[in-house]
């Protein structure tokens, strides 16, 4: 199990205070949370990719590619990479990149977005997100598999002898993650080439995710790829901890009741229910945490949004140490329950291993 952090990147006011972060403060926080990542022991970080107010993350590979240079062992991801607005070529090149400045520790999620007026800003029609996602991802697949790609499709302009730079690390591409709320056709497209697919449960009753995750286990075994439970799944959750659970309730409830993302909507309690938001004391997380798999199945990665809805970096940080607190339980409680047919979440050391070991098989 792969356990680590998101952020989406949002410069929200602060409702204690008043204060709202500049663009470089917000910016610079992302990192100081990455390094408090590293530091506590988590396994990934990750960002989103938005173009529009009030985000900050316009440049995903760049923010990583500075983290990457400050942390030790963080895998670096991302929470999305658009693949309907970027051009492929675009994502090969700057995400090969990235794999090498980061010795292999990096994958990446790839989805549609959901920010309607980005597709024209880019020029792109909403109305084709999911052909977008499809003839997007096949080439991107070609471009990091194959060393020469002549390729044509619908919207963009051929290419003739391409050869995309750099060559992904010792001949194996990123891994890829298929991020969704509600597509089954990216669940569809994970499966088909066998990737992960992350469905980030944090807005929408658990029943659902595991319609799309039950599909995308189904259909990934209908590809040869394994058996259902052997399939590649991620999950996303949020918390707000404090040692005493009211303190936690007390304290996050004014940044629940005005966040763009929660507020004007059901109350703190009514969301907790319905949804993975957790807002108590360090154990009540971890036990909310481990009863994911009951209604999901055993899964390869979580990862938790921690710095959003206004709360200041100081607090953020504090919420990663009660987090490290609580991380070496949540890891041999994930491990004592996991069968052994389910594979390890994937890693580059991993799968170059898999990919050697298959040519000396064919050897």
């Known amino acids: 199990m792969q356990i680590g952090i998101f952020t989406v990147g949002d410069v929200t006011p602060d409702p204690v205070n008043g204060t709202t972060p500049t663009e470089h403060e917000r910016i610079k926080a992302t ?179 595991i319609r799309l995750i039950n599909f995308y286990r189904q259909r990934y075994a209908h590809y040869g790829h394994g058996d259902p439970e052997q399939a590649i799944v991620g999950l996303g959750g949020q918390f707000f901890m404090r040692k005493n659970s009211q303190d936690a309730v007390n304290e996050f409830r004014p940044y629940f009741d005005v966040a763009p993302v929660y507020g004007h909507g059901p109350s703190l309690e009514e969301f907790t229910e319905a949804t993975p938001l957790t807002v108590g004391s360090p154990q009540q997380v971890l036990e909310r945490t481990l009863q994911f798999a009951d209604f999901f199945g055993d899964y390869q990665r979580q990862l938790f949004l921690v710095d959003h809805a206004g709360l200041p970096l100081k607090t953020v940080l504090e919420q990663l140490d009660l987090l490290g607190e609580i991380l070496p339980t949540m890891r041999e409680e994930f491990a004592k329950r996991r069968p052994a047919n389910v594979p390890d979440a994937p890693t580059h050391a991993a799968r170059v291993d898999a990919k050697n070991a298959e040519k000396e098989v064919q050897a």
Not at 66 to 86: D, P
Not at 115 to 140: C, H, M, R
Not at 199 to 206: E, G, R, S, Y
Request: proline share 8%; net charge negative.
């Open 31 to 209: 990192v100081e949370i990455a390094k408090k990542a590293d530091e506590i022991g988590l396994d990934v970080f990750a960002t989103g990719e938005h173009h529009n107010p009030p985000f900050v993350p316009s440049s995903p590979t760049t923010t990583l590619a500075y983290i990457g240079a400050q942390t030790k062992n963080l895998i670096l991801s991302t929470s999305t990479t658009l693949i309907t607005t970027n051009d492929p070529v675009k994502i090969a090149e700057d995400y090969a990149t990235l794999q090498h400045l980061v010795d292999g520790r990096m994958d990446l999620m790839l989805g549609r977005g959901n920010t309607a007026p980005v597709y024209p800003w880019f020029g792109k029609d909403i109305s084709k997100g999911v052909e977008l996602t499809i003839e997007n991802y096949q080439l991107l697949r070609k471009l990091w598999d194959e060393p020469v790609v002549n390729w044509e499709g619908k919207f963009r302009t051929p290419l003739q002898g391409f050869t995309s730079t750099p060559a992904p690390l010792d001949g194996v591409a990123p891994f890829v993650w298929h991020g969704s709320i509600r597509t089954p056709e990216v669940a569809e497209l994970a499966a088909y080439y066998g990737d992960g697919y992350f469905a980030n449960n944090i807005f929408w009753p658990k029943e659902h995710y």
